[in-house]
């Protein structure tokens, strides 16, 4: 059973930011179900007043959220020195930047038939533009990118829980990602690690539909000399680098791994980064995000 602590005695202080329609609203919903005060379309200039406030408030206020974005309009563009400010002050805060591809957000706005804040009597497309480019030096800021494209709410609830669930800064989050890089690169990966030179499975009939996670597929890609010297060496990189980040005070690390599809090597590679990463003592967490777009009968 897992056991929850309502209030931290170390306060936390998060920034949701991002584009509009990439689903910053539905994040501060779960952030909500996780016990932050959440406060919406706050102008930046009022962040470190209202922090103080809360902080003489009690610990019923240590976890906060600030959602900010281009609704403020011209408020907006005090953010980069509000953020500064708080910076030279030592005021520890987080930003989570929320994104989305262009034509995923064109779509939602179309489905819901909303006026984007950039463009009330323009076209949907010009208001993405000019908003992508006015947030381009808050996003160069984020602590956590989450890009919603291709994420179902449930996914995105995960996703939250995993980065703000803890809220005793203990620990690191640690994710291992395969994916196929014919569905895009992951946008939230620190490290990224192109797999496509290992043998592929997709040329062997009798393993094309199985995925990198079944035992003959993981052997057949195993036992090759190129694989077994790759693995050697991949170990070590991971058990060298982990550790600095630790002690850097990074408080979280995605490794993403890509083959063609996402379905054989990413997936098997992915899997052997996720036992070594566990077995040396760390919360490490496993997503296969393109395998069940491919043609799979065996998982």
Request: glycine share 6%; aromatic share 10%; with cysteine.
């Amino acid at each position: 059973m897992e056991e929850t602590k309502e209030f931290a005695d170390k306060s936390r202080i998060i920034i949701v930011t991002g584009m509009s329609g990439s689903g910053k609203t539905q994040a501060c919903r779960y952030l909500e179900d996780l016990g932050y005060f959440c406060v919406d379309n706050l102008p930046p200039v009022f962040i470190p007043k209202f922090v103080e406030l809360c902080t003489h408030a009690g610990n019923h206020f240590n976890k906060m959220v600030f959602v900010v974005d281009t609704r403020s309009r011209e408020f907006f563009d005090d953010l980069v020195q509000v953020l500064d400010d708080m910076d030279k002050g030592n005021q520890d805060y987080e930003m989570l930047f929320m994104d989305a591809s262009d034509d995923v957000i064109i779509r939602r706005y179309k489905e819901t038939r909303r006026r984007h804040p950039m463009a009330p009597s323009s076209r949907i497309s010009d208001g993405v533009a000019r908003e992508r480019a006015r947030l381009e030096s808050v996003r160069g800021k984020a602590t956590y990118l989450i890009d919603t494209s291709n994420m179902s709410k449930a996914e995105l609830r995960d996703k939250i829980k995993l980065l703000f669930g803890k809220t005793d800064g203990a620990g690191m989050n640690i994710s291992v990602l395969s994916f196929g890089f014919k569905f895009g690169m992951p946008m939230d990966a620190d490290i990224v690690l192109d797999v496509r030179f290992l043998p592929n499975p997709f040329y062997v009939e009798s393993l094309k539909h199985k995925s990198g996670s079944v035992a003959e597929v993981a052997e057949y890609i195993r036992e090759k000399p190129v694989t077994q010297e790759f693995l050697k060496r991949l170990d070590n990189l991971v058990e060298f680098l982990v550790p600095q980040y630790v002690k850097e005070g990074k408080s979280q690390l995605v490794i993403a791994v890509g083959c063609t599809g996402g379905m054989h090597r990413s997936v098997f590679i992915a899997k052997h980064l996720f036992d070594l990463i566990a077995n040396n003592g760390y919360t490490v967490n496993l997503e296969h995000r393109d395998l069940m777009k491919n043609d799979v009968w065996e998982v």
